[in-house]
Each structure stands twice: as structure tokens, then as C-alpha cells.
């Protein structure tokens, strides 16, 4: 078990006052707060700074740890079970929180007024009659799958309690109908299927956040979807007709003459699929040089030079 | 697929809320269900994460109903630009890459 320097997490003097530590506090959970902190690793930040802040707050807590920290240990003589939670170590850190660190020094009792669990800040206090903990998952699709109806195989874990009353991680897998046109971010709901209710109340419900995985060729914009087509220098000149991919298949697209880098032809209803209808397919152009040139290919880049008399910087030099 | 849409009990009854504080949500136009009054409201799933983002925020960080609505809208708008913003990056890439 790692110990926990809780004036270091939150940066404050041994010796800090209340006040000192309240705002220590409440600038770094504003900082790590999940639902603000873009951070990968903001939840756990931030539960170790709420962790710290629950100890130093109060100074009941704050003595206790002062203690153990000097000397390693909580002082002897607690025989009224405030440590009792040491001989359930194993049993309560699955249930608060906190850290075994916290628990092994007050208990396994979590904060006040902090639903606690795997799913954070779903509701999981114990009562009589409680719905069960809602949970969200993320679900990556590709984008080929959302054209049309699909079925997808969904594997998440659920906190669930044993007949002993403890709560474990169980695995379930489940299958899931993803409607056509889903879009990123969207959230589906699946009545039921979250945590298991206590008592008579019903089971809580699984959210799952649609999250669009991204594809090798097509980037998304809304409905619309956007490829970016390579051609050569004679084929934006002189024009062309091409074969360019689509989510499905191929589609004949034709470059006309005198195409520009940058260029967006549309193929209409190739995008993604929408509540109603079809987004469209943008092909951007972008010229692109051979890798090599040989003699002869230079004499005839030289000869286009000298007849075609460009200047692509005019602009500069007005 | 289940009903995506909740009427005011029933989000009251998933977010355990007591009925005033999905008014007060409400009426900050934190979130902006469907219909004219609590009666008639129809909510959608993401506000519910949003109604649940909202309690977070009130409990963890102490602050106000107004400066919520202000967080969440400003956190929205931050998501939407750091969205365009990796688009616009994985565009550029296949532009100047390869």
C-alpha cells in the first residue's frame, strides 16, 4: 500500500491553515475536475485531491494523519473500531472511493456527499429500494457500420452485489442494435441493463456514447464525409476522369480542366447516412509531383516553363 | 431500442433528483427540454448527462446555478472547437503528408 502525502498532493505547507487548504483544494479540483479537465488521468488526480482535501479539512482527521505520518502509525489504545475497516481491507476498497491508503487509516467509509463507484458520480449510495447505478460506455464504430441497421456485440462491466451485500466487477456482454445514421458523441440508452436495483426498485440503465472511429481515408464533417483525391499536375490541367472510393464501393468522378489545390467537388448522397436522406462526399483536390524526373521529363517540364509563362506570385509584387 | 426521451418524473427518478432541482436546471437554461411546462417537458439522453454534469459540478466545485450554465456552455463550446480543431488537424495531415 503506497502511502500518501496529502500536503503534497495538494500543495500546501505542513503547517497550512484551514483557509489555505480550502483554496489549495478548490483550485486544483477546478483543474482536475473530470467533467472540465481535458487531462487523461483527471479523474484519478482529481479523487486523490478530494481524497486529501476530506483528510486536511477536518481536524479530527487531519491529527490522526499527522500522526500516522510521523510515526507510521495511528496512535494505540483504538479499541472503540474506528480502524476495524483494517481487518475488512480487502472487502472495502472496492466500495469506497477512496484509496486502501484513506481506508486503512479511517475506515472504509467514503466522503460525504460523493456518490461513490466505478461509474463516477453515478448514484450508488446504499439504501433500501435503490435503483441501480446507471452506467455509460463508450461504443466505437466504424463508419461503415453506420450506414444501415447493425447489431453490435457490447462487453462492460457492472458493479454487482453479492448476497454477502459486497459489490463486485462482473463482466457482461451483451448484444446491441445501433440504429442507421448514428452520429459521434450520440448517446444511446438501454433501459435496464446498468446496475442491478436493490431491494424492489428497478435495475439502473447502460448509456452508451457513440464514438465514431476514424477511418483511414474519410474524414467526417457532420453527415458529410470528405476524401482527398491526389492527382497529378497534367490530370488537374488537362482534367480527368477518375475512380474514387466510397464508403460502399467506387464512384467515376470527373476533374474538370484547370483544377486547383484545395478544390471541393461534391458527390452528392455518398455521405453518411441521416435521420432523412443522404450527406454528401467531398472530394478535395491536391496536386501532388512526381517523385522523380528523368532527363527527358525535365526538357519537357523546362519546355512548359518557357511557353507557358506563369508567375504563381504575382500577388507578391503588387 | 428503448425510448430515448424521458418526461420530468422519469428524470427525476434516473438522476435521483428531487423535482425543484430539474426546475432550477431548467429554468437556467442548463438544459431545454421539449414542451412549455413541466408536464408536457421531454428530455433527451444528453440532458441527462448534461442534468448529471450540472449536479457534479454544483456538488464538487460549490458553484452556483448561474455560473454553471455559464461552465457548461463554455464547456461545450470548448468541446466543438477541440472537435473541429483535431478535424481540421487530420485534414491538414493528408494534405501535407505523403
Given at each position: 500500500?503506497?502511502?500518501?502525502?496529502?500536503?503534497?498532493?495538494?500543495?500546501?505547507?505542513?503547517?497550512?491553515?484551514?483557509?489555505?487548504?480550502?483554496?489549495?483544494?478548490?483550485?486544483?479540483?477546478?483543474?482536475?475536475?473530470?467533467d472540465?479537465?481535458?487531462?487523461?488521468?483527471?479523474?484519478?488526480?482529481?479523487?486523490?485531491?478530494?481524497?486529501?482535501?476530506?483528510?486536511?479539512k477536518?481536524?479530527?482527521?487531519?491529527?490522526?494523519?499527522?500522526?500516522?505520518?510521523k510515526?507510521?502509525?495511528?496512535?494505540?489504545?483504538?479499541?472503540?473500531?474506528?480502524?476495524?475497516s483494517?481487518?475488512?481491507?480487502?472487502?472495502?476498497?472496492?466500495?469506497?472511493?477512496?484509496?486502501?491508503?484513506?481506508?486503512?487509516?479511517?475506515?472504509?467509509?467514503?466522503?460525504?456527499?460523493?456518490?461513490?463507484?466505478?461509474?463516477?458520480?453515478?448514484?450508488?449510495?446504499?439504501?433500501?429500494?435503490q435503483r441501480g447505478?446507471?452506467?455509460?460506455?463508450?461504443?466505437?464504430?466504424?463508419?461503415?457500420?453506420?450506414?444501415?441497421?447493425?447489431?453490435?456485440?457490447?462487453?462492460?462491466?457492472l458493479?454487482?452485489?453479492?448476497?454477502?451485500?459486497?459489490?463486485?466487477?462482473?463482466?457482461?456482454?451483451?448484444?446491441?442494435?445501433?440504429?442507421?445514421?448514428?452520429?459521434?458523441?450520440?448517446?444511446?440508452r438501454?433501459?435496464?441493463?446498468?446496475?442491478?436495483?436493490?431491494?424492489?426498485?428497478?435495475?439502473?440503465?447502460?448509456?452508451?456514447?457513440?464514438?465514431?472511429?476514424?477511418?483511414?481515408?474519410?474524414d467526417?464533417?457532420?453527415?458529410?464525409?470528405?476524401?482527398?483525391?491526389?492527382?497529378?499536375p497534367?490530370?488537374?490541367?488537362?482534367?480527368?476522369?477518375?475512380?474514387?472510393?466510397?464508403?460502399?464501393?467506387?464512384?467515376?468522378?470527373?476533374?474538370?480542366?484547370?483544377?486547383?489545390?484545395?478544390?471541393?467537388?461534391?458527390?452528392?448522397?455518398?455521405?453518411?447516412?441521416?435521420?432523412?436522406?443522404?450527406?454528401?462526399?467531398?472530394a478535395?483536390?491536391?496536386?501532388?509531383?512526381?517523385?522523380?524526373?528523368?532527363?527527358?521529363?525535365?526538357?519537357?517540364?523546362?519546355?512548359?516553363?518557357d511557353?507557358?509563362?506563369?508567375?504563381?506570385r504575382?500577388?507578391?509584387?503588387? | 431500442?428503448?425510448?430515448?426521451?424521458?418526461?420530468?418524473?422519469?428524470?427525476?427518478?434516473?438522476?435521483?433528483?428531487?423535482?425543484?432541482?430539474?426546475?432550477?436546471?431548467?429554468?437556467?437554461?442548463?438544459?431545454?427540454?421539449?414542451?412549455?411546462?413541466?408536464?408536457?417537458?421531454?428530455?433527451?439522453?444528453?440532458?441527462?448527462s448534461?442534468?448529471?454534469?450540472?449536479?457534479?459540478l454544483?456538488n464538487?466545485?460549490?458553484?452556483?446555478?448561474?455560473?454553471?450554465?455559464?461552465?457548461?456552455?463554455?464547456?461545450?463550446?470548448?468541446?466543438?472547437?477541440?472537435?473541429?480543431?483535431?478535424?481540421?488537424?487530420?485534414?491538414?495531415?493528408?494534405?501535407?503528408?505523403?
Amino acid at each position: 500500500m503506497e502511502f500518501k502525502d496529502y500536503y503534497k498532493i495538494l500543495s500546501v505547507a505542513e503547517d497550512a491553515d484551514s483557509k489555505a487548504i480550502k483554496t489549495a483544494y478548490r483550485k486544483l479540483a477546478r483543474k482536475y475536475h473530470p467533467d472540465v479537465s481535458g487531462h487523461q488521468e483527471a479523474e484519478d488526480k482529481f479523487k486523490e485531491v478530494t481524497e486529501a482535501y476530506e483528510v486536511l479539512k477536518d481536524p479530527e482527521k487531519r491529527a490522526q494523519y499527522d500522526e500516522f505520518r510521523k510515526y507510521g502509525q495511528p496512535s494505540s489504545g483504538r479499541e472503540d473500531g474506528r480502524y476495524r475497516s483494517r481487518q475488512f481491507e480487502g472487502d472495502s476498497s472496492g466500495f469506497s472511493g477512496f484509496s486502501d491508503f484513506f481506508s486503512s487509516i479511517f475506515g472504509g467509509a467514503g466522503p460525504s456527499g460523493r456518490p461513490q463507484g466505478q461509474s463516477y458520480g453515478f448514484t450508488s449510495q446504499q439504501a433500501f429500494d435503490q435503483r441501480g447505478q446507471d452506467i455509460e460506455t463508450d461504443m466505437p464504430i466504424f463508419l461503415e457500420d453506420t450506414l444501415t441497421d447493425t447489431t453490435k456485440t457490447l462487453s462492460y462491466q457492472l458493479p454487482h452485489r453479492e448476497a454477502d451485500g459486497h459489490t463486485r466487477e462482473i463482466n457482461r456482454t451483451l448484444n446491441v442494435k445501433i440504429p442507421a445514421g448514428v452520429a459521434n458523441g450520440e448517446r444511446i440508452r438501454l433501459k435496464g441493463q446498468g446496475g442491478q436495483g436493490i431491494g424492489s426498485a428497478p435495475n439502473g440503465d447502460l448509456y452508451l456514447r457513440i464514438r465514431l472511429v476514424p477511418h483511414p481515408l474519410f474524414d467526417v464533417e457532420a453527415h458529410n464525409l470528405i476524401i482527398t483525391v491526389p492527382l497529378a499536375p497534367w490530370e488537374a490541367a488537362l482534367g480527368a476522369s477518375i475512380e474514387v472510393p466510397t464508403l460502399t464501393g467506387k464512384i467515376k468522378l470527373t476533374i474538370p480542366a484547370n483544377s486547383q489545390t484545395g478544390q471541393r467537388l461534391r458527390i452528392k448522397g455518398k455521405g453518411l447516412v441521416r435521420k432523412q436522406g443522404h450527406g454528401d462526399l467531398y472530394a478535395v483536390l491536391k496536386v501532388v509531383m512526381p517523385d522523380t524526373a528523368d532527363d527527358q521529363i525535365k526538357t519537357q517540364w523546362q519546355q512548359l516553363a518557357d511557353s507557358a509563362a506563369f508567375d504563381p506570385r504575382k500577388e507578391w509584387r503588387k | 431500442m428503448e425510448s430515448q426521451y424521458f418526461n420530468f418524473q422519469e428524470l427525476c427518478t434516473i438522476t435521483a433528483l428531487p423535482s425543484q432541482t430539474i426546475i432550477e436546471i431548467v429554468d437556467h437554461g442548463i438544459i431545454e427540454p421539449e414542451g412549455s411546462d413541466p408536464e408536457s417537458w421531454l428530455f433527451n439522453t444528453r440532458m441527462v448527462s448534461v442534468t448529471r454534469k450540472a449536479i457534479r459540478l454544483h456538488n464538487d466545485l460549490e458553484i452556483e446555478w448561474s455560473g454553471i450554465a455559464l461552465a457548461i456552455s463554455l464547456l461545450e463550446e470548448l468541446e466543438e472547437v477541440r472537435h473541429e480543431n483535431q478535424q481540421l488537424k487530420a485534414q491538414l495531415n493528408r494534405f501535407i503528408v505523403g
